[in-house]
């Protein structure tokens, strides 16, 4: 099973360069969600999405957007990327339902922006 | 502002010893506390917590939650060297705290 699937794992972007992380999830989770986690630290919630056509930021949105056309897909787009972007994301999904649900996480994205 | 706040940072333990790590949250809402384990790559799920006083048992790994007093502990006995990690605690699936590293000695 692919579960929760993003691309690419490894990326070094130049200073106000933009770029695409994808992600993808064949679950059938209505919630998906981008976090970051920069090192020795926990994981901050940058966008959320509870359905198709529906997102809401999280704890740090800024320089970050996000888009939901379909329940597969939900791609994180960095405009002008900073060196304080710098991190590894992770994409994650989850059905919930009243309580909350276990979340699934994709491997993860390396991104360094020098 | 909702808050997750995990106690200790971190923790280096011989294997055998049993030790207890905490989650303390003030969270508008609260609908569920998870427990996660992060070795090199991706989280991967131990427990959901929804219910005050229930604990949930996994092996050598244990959790319960007190909503009352606004935590959760993970208790891990006879510890091995396969159980270094990062614990993290999550609640209501958005806000993490920033983990407890755990490094158990041979």
């Known amino acids: 099973n692919a579960g929760v699937t993003q691309t690419p794992k490894f990326r070094i972007l130049k200073i106000g360069q933009s770029m695409t992380l994808q992600c993808t999830q064949d679950m059938n989770h209505n919630y998906m969600y981008w976090y970051r986690q920069d090192p020795g630290m926990g994981l901050k919630l940058i966008y959320y999405?509870?359905?198709?056509?529906?997102?809401d930021k999280g704890e740090v949105p800024n320089g970050y957007n996000v888009s939901r056309s379909t329940t597969e897909d939900f791609p994180l787009r960095l405009e002008l990327a900073a060196p304080s972007q710098t991190s590894v994301y992770f994409c994650?999904?989850?059905?919930?339902?009243?309580?909350?649900?276990?979340?699934?996480f994709g491997e993860g994205s390396w991104l360094t922006v020098v | 502002e909702d808050k997750v706040v995990q106690s200790p940072l971190s923790l280096v333990v011989h294997e055998g010893d049993t030790v207890t790590l905490n989650c303390s949250y003030e969270v508008t809402n609260f609908r569920s506390l998870l427990w996660y384990k992060q070795e090199k790559k991706a989280p991967t799920f131990l427990f959901m917590l929804?219910?005050?006083?229930i604990e949930k048992k996994s092996g050598r790994l244990s959790s319960i939650l007190d909503k009352k007093e606004l935590f959760s502990i993970l208790n891990i006995t006879a510890t091995q060297t396969g159980d270094s990690a990062v614990y993290l605690c999550?609640?209501?699936?958005?806000?993490f705290g920033a983990g407890t590293r755990l490094t158990v000695k041979p």
């Open positions: 999405s509870v359905g198709a056509g529906i997102t």
């Open positions: 994650a999904s989850s059905y919930r339902t009243g309580d909350g649900n276990t979340i699934y």
């Open positions: 929804t219910s005050s006083g």
């Open positions: 999550a609640v209501n699936d958005m806000r």
